[in-house]
Nanobody, 111 residues
Framework: QVQLVESGGGLVQPGGSLRLSCVAS????????MNWYRQAPGKERELVAR???????NYADSVKGRFTISRDNAKKTVYLQMNSVRPEDTAVYYC?????WGKGTLVTVSS
Protein backbone atom coordinates (compact mmCIF):
# COMPACT_ATOMS: atom_id res chain seq x y z
CA GLN A 1 0.00 0.00 0.00
CA VAL A 2 1.22 3.45 -0.91
CA GLN A 3 0.05 6.78 0.41
CA LEU A 4 0.94 10.03 -1.30
CA VAL A 5 0.55 13.15 0.81
CA GLU A 6 0.81 16.60 -0.72
CA SER A 7 1.66 19.77 1.18
CA GLY A 8 2.77 23.31 0.55
CA GLY A 9 -0.36 24.78 -0.96
CA GLY A 10 -1.87 28.05 0.12
CA LEU A 11 -2.60 31.59 -0.91
CA VAL A 12 0.05 33.36 -2.99
CA GLN A 13 0.06 36.65 -4.85
CA PRO A 14 0.49 36.79 -8.61
CA GLY A 15 4.16 36.69 -9.47
CA GLY A 16 5.00 34.87 -6.26
CA SER A 17 6.44 31.44 -5.62
CA LEU A 18 5.36 28.29 -3.87
CA ARG A 19 6.89 24.84 -3.44
CA LEU A 20 4.69 21.79 -3.25
CA SER A 21 5.87 18.52 -1.77
CA CYS A 22 4.57 15.00 -2.18
CA VAL A 23 5.78 12.44 0.33
CA ALA A 24 5.24 8.74 -0.24
CA SER A 25 4.71 6.36 2.62
CA UNK A 26 4.85 2.62 2.33
CA UNK A 27 6.32 1.24 -0.86
CA UNK A 28 8.09 3.76 -3.05
CA UNK A 29 9.66 2.93 -6.37
CA UNK A 30 12.59 5.06 -7.42
CA UNK A 31 12.01 3.87 -10.99
CA UNK A 32 8.40 5.00 -11.12
CA UNK A 33 7.45 8.05 -13.11
CA MET A 34 5.90 10.62 -10.80
CA ASN A 35 3.44 13.29 -11.87
CA TRP A 36 1.81 16.47 -10.69
CA TYR A 37 -1.72 17.12 -11.93
CA ARG A 38 -4.08 19.96 -11.18
CA GLN A 39 -7.79 20.57 -11.37
CA ALA A 40 -9.26 24.04 -11.43
CA PRO A 41 -12.90 24.69 -10.54
CA GLY A 42 -15.17 23.57 -13.34
CA LYS A 43 -12.31 22.11 -15.37
CA GLU A 44 -10.91 18.68 -16.01
CA ARG A 45 -7.81 17.41 -14.27
CA GLU A 46 -4.71 18.13 -16.33
CA LEU A 47 -1.10 16.98 -16.25
CA VAL A 48 1.23 19.74 -15.08
CA ALA A 49 4.61 18.05 -14.86
CA ARG A 50 6.21 14.62 -15.02
CA UNK A 51 9.55 13.23 -13.91
CA UNK A 52 10.95 9.84 -14.83
CA UNK A 53 13.33 7.58 -12.96
CA UNK A 54 16.34 9.17 -14.65
CA UNK A 55 15.01 12.65 -13.83
CA UNK A 56 13.85 13.41 -17.36
CA UNK A 57 11.04 15.97 -17.15
CA ASN A 58 8.03 17.12 -19.16
CA TYR A 59 5.76 20.09 -18.60
CA ALA A 60 2.45 21.42 -19.76
CA ASP A 61 2.96 24.32 -22.13
CA SER A 62 1.16 26.62 -19.71
CA VAL A 63 3.80 26.14 -17.00
CA LYS A 64 7.01 25.72 -19.01
CA GLY A 65 9.73 28.03 -17.79
CA ARG A 66 7.86 28.75 -14.55
CA PHE A 67 7.46 25.39 -12.78
CA THR A 68 10.12 22.82 -11.97
CA ILE A 69 9.53 19.24 -10.91
CA SER A 70 12.18 17.33 -8.99
CA ARG A 71 12.50 14.23 -6.86
CA ASP A 72 14.53 13.02 -3.91
CA ASN A 73 14.27 9.25 -3.86
CA ALA A 74 16.07 8.94 -0.53
CA LYS A 75 13.31 11.05 1.01
CA LYS A 76 10.56 9.46 -1.08
CA THR A 77 9.55 12.97 -2.05
CA VAL A 78 8.60 14.74 -5.25
CA TYR A 79 8.56 18.52 -5.45
CA LEU A 80 6.93 21.11 -7.64
CA GLN A 81 8.57 24.52 -7.52
CA MET A 82 6.13 27.10 -8.79
CA ASN A 83 7.50 30.51 -9.77
CA SER A 84 5.87 33.54 -11.38
CA VAL A 85 2.47 32.14 -10.54
CA ARG A 86 -0.64 33.46 -12.23
CA PRO A 87 -4.32 33.53 -11.22
CA GLU A 88 -4.96 30.77 -13.77
CA ASP A 89 -2.64 28.49 -11.76
CA THR A 90 -5.32 28.38 -9.05
CA ALA A 91 -6.30 24.75 -8.62
CA VAL A 92 -6.06 21.69 -6.44
CA TYR A 93 -2.71 20.06 -7.17
CA TYR A 94 -2.45 16.29 -7.02
CA CYS A 95 0.54 13.98 -6.84
CA UNK A 96 0.34 10.76 -8.82
CA UNK A 97 2.56 7.77 -9.24
CA UNK A 98 2.71 4.01 -8.98
CA UNK A 99 -1.06 4.06 -9.81
CA UNK A 100 -1.78 5.98 -6.60
CA TRP A 101 -3.13 9.49 -6.04
CA GLY A 102 -2.81 11.92 -3.19
CA LYS A 103 -5.76 13.89 -1.88
CA GLY A 104 -4.45 17.16 -3.22
CA THR A 105 -3.35 20.53 -1.94
CA LEU A 106 -5.11 23.78 -2.84
CA VAL A 107 -3.16 26.58 -4.47
CA THR A 108 -4.89 29.94 -4.74
CA VAL A 109 -3.23 32.75 -6.67
CA SER A 110 -4.84 36.05 -5.86
CA SER A 111 -4.00 39.56 -4.78
Amino acid sequence: QVQLVESGGGLVQPGGSLRLSCVASGFYSSVATMNWYRQAPGKERELVARITSNHSTNYADSVKGRFTISRDNAKKTVYLQMNSVRPEDTAVYYCNGMTFWGKGTLVTVSS
